[in-house]
């Protein structure tokens, strides 16, 4: 590789463009409103250039940063004119978005009169408006129930705020001051790394810049066939499964091929089942960002994941399929499920051509969202429930992390404080523990999920609404491994019989001191349970991970 920019040049410019997304995200995390964002940190930062392509991420959330390329594909396609002061917004999935709570803004960042980047911020609004508070609608049949659409659309000009279109915005969610506030903090951790990549061009002039960029996209590029190409040539097939759709369709395949071949891989999603009328459906770039998410996990961790590392990877599908719905379908969900099959399904085909790299599965998500009156305030509020993670799958390395979350976040959204969420709403954290033998058993164990019991705390009636999946299939094992239990939650209201949660439903009432029982699933097993050391599981025994005298015995999920 010929380079006009030293190695000691490019690692400098490389390192400060990763500390300038690190930095946009801390402003968001000190800024924003919503405890979805300064809790849960349900948000991402990206640069990427005028060719759409991925330049640096920070470590928040894959499905987010994943999907980034089409949607700054799609504006630099939709939006003309753009000029120093600009601000462009957008969230239409069928626009290069994921689903409509992600709401993403955009600053281009000049040299001069050039345009040379984007610096991108994707935060998920804890409202986007819609039939249903919170972003998901389990009854949607169509995306225009479920919220707001934005394509892509200039929030500013020339620095000029347009206030008519923030008003129309913010009318039509129902929690418009957070929102407003969670906007701004976007729009000016885009503003503080537009300032930071100026200063950067002055400290080495935007050509040597562009070029040290193309040297890092090579960089990994190369890294990346290297390891590639040491997985066995073939054809492999993997499948994961959905529980259900939420309308009575069962167990909804999503089905990948992957073809390898030297340092190129193929992906070929088309023989997944048909599109659903639900909200399981997945928008295009998600999907794309699925895969992409897939074969970053695969590649050694400390290589840039950018879109240079992505080159020897593509991806067929087919439209009217579950992973890529027409436009118009619903798709609130897809970020979660389907995004975590498509990755599960790859990573089983993948068992056979890499085995030391792939791992268990992650645990599914299931959200609860509140929506009630604060006793305290007198104020209306809305909760996403982010506490009680699932556990993530373990590895040839070793057991799963636990309570770290789903496959599409990969630790990126937090819990956040039981603290702060109890003095923000009116909740009690009766109890938040590890769920001993929710992992899956196998040579390396997979991560727990947790038991929680959370008494709401209101005075009146509150209505959730759930969203989700893994109640009927828990995390895959792999290699022999063992799958994680499922999730099961409840509700437990005074002199009622408990109420099994499904993971897609709208309306339920919770009545003052009402208890959701959540036990959340594990990770997947890694490998040969009847290889797993004595010394691993005496240690899990003594910390009370695990319940079972033996290794032998068979796993079970203690509610």
Avoid at 218 to 232: G, L, M, N, P
Avoid at 331 to 359: D, F, G, Y
Avoid at 407 to 419: D, L, N, P, R
């Amino acid at each position: 590789m010929s380079s006009s920019v030293d190695p000691i040049t490019r690692a400098v410019i490389q390192h400060r463009l990763g500390a300038i997304v690190a930095e946009m995200g801390e402003a968001m995390l000190r800024t924003s409103y919503s405890q979805i964002l300064n809790s849960s940190r349900d948000f991402s930062l990206a640069i990427c250039d005028t060719r759409s392509r991925l330049i640096a991420q920070a470590d928040h959330i894959p499905v987010h940063v994943g999907a980034l390329p089409w949607a700054t594909r799609a504006v630099e396609e939709s939006v003309r004119g753009v000029q120093p002061g600009d601000v462009i917004l957008m969230n239409d999935p069928y626009h290069g978005g994921s689903h409509l709570p992600d709401v993403t803004a955009f600053v281009p960042v000049f040299n001069g009169d050039a345009r040379l980047f984007w610096t991108i911020v994707r935060a998920h609004q804890s409202d986007i408006g819609g039939a249903t508070h919170g972003g998901y609608n389990p009854t949607a049949t169509e995306i225009y129930q479920e919220g707001l659409r934005i394509p892509p659309i200039k929030l500013y000009e020339r620095g000029r705020l347009r206030e008519d279109l923030l008003d129309m915005i913010a009318l039509n969610i129902r929690n418009p001051r957070d929102f407003r506030g969670d906007l701004a903090a976007m729009v000016g951790a885009a503003h503080l790394g537009e300032r930071r990549l100026t200063k950067l061009f002055g400290e080495f002039d935007a050509a040597t810049v562009q070029q040290a960029i193309e040297d890092i996209l090579d960089t990994s590029e190369q890294r990346t066939r290297a390891i590639v190409a040491s997985w066995k040539d073939g054809v492999f097939h993997g499948e994961a499964v959905l529980d259900d759709d939420g309308r009575g369709h069962d167990d909804i395949g999503i089905k990948a091929q992957v073809t390898k071949r030297g340092s190129d891989i193929e992906v070929d999603l088309t023989a997944s089942d048909p599109q659903t009328t639900s909200f399981v459906n997945s928008s295009h770039a998600n999907m794309q960002a699925a895969v992409a998410m897939a074969f970053a996990y695969l590649i050694d961790p400390d290589i840039p994941k950018n879109s240079g590392a992505l080159r020897p990877l593509k991806v067929v599908a087919k439209q009217g399929t579950i992973v890529w719905a027409d436009p118009g379908r619903p798709v609130t969900l897809c970020t979660s499920h389907p995004s975590n099959e498509i990755v599960e399904a790859i990573v089983k085909a993948m068992a056979a051509a890499c085995p030391a790299r792939v791992m268990g599965g992650w645990g599914r998500r299931f959200r609860i969202a509140i929506q009630g009156e604060n006793p305290r305030s007198g104020r209306g509020f809305i909760w996403h429930m982010f506490h009680a993670r699932p556990g993530g799958g373990a590895s040839a390395d070793g057991d799963g992390w636990s309570s770290i979350g789903e496959w599409h976040t990969a630790g990126g959204i937090k819990f956040g404080s039981v603290e702060i969420a109890e003095v923000r709403f009116p909740l009690h954290f009766r109890r938040h523990e590890f769920r001993p033998d929710s992992g899956g058993r196998g040579e390396h164990r997979g991560g727990l999920g947790c038991n929680l019991d959370l008494v709401v705390e209101t005075e009146t009636e509150a209505r959730a609404n759930t969203a989700g999946d893994g109640a009927r299939h828990g995390a895959c094992g792999m290699l022999g491994g063992e799958d994680g239990q499922p999730h099961d939650y409840r509700l437990i209201s005074a002199g009622k019989p408990e109420r099994v949660l499904k993971t897609k439903e709208v309306g339920i009432v919770i009545a003052p001191g009402d208890v959701l029982q959540v036990r959340s699933g594990g990770g997947g097993g890694w490998g040969d349970p009847a290889k797993r050391s004595a010394q691993a599981h005496a240690r899990d025994l003594e910390q009370g991970l695990v319940t079972m005298p033996t290794q032998t015995a068979p796993n079970s999920g203690a509610r």
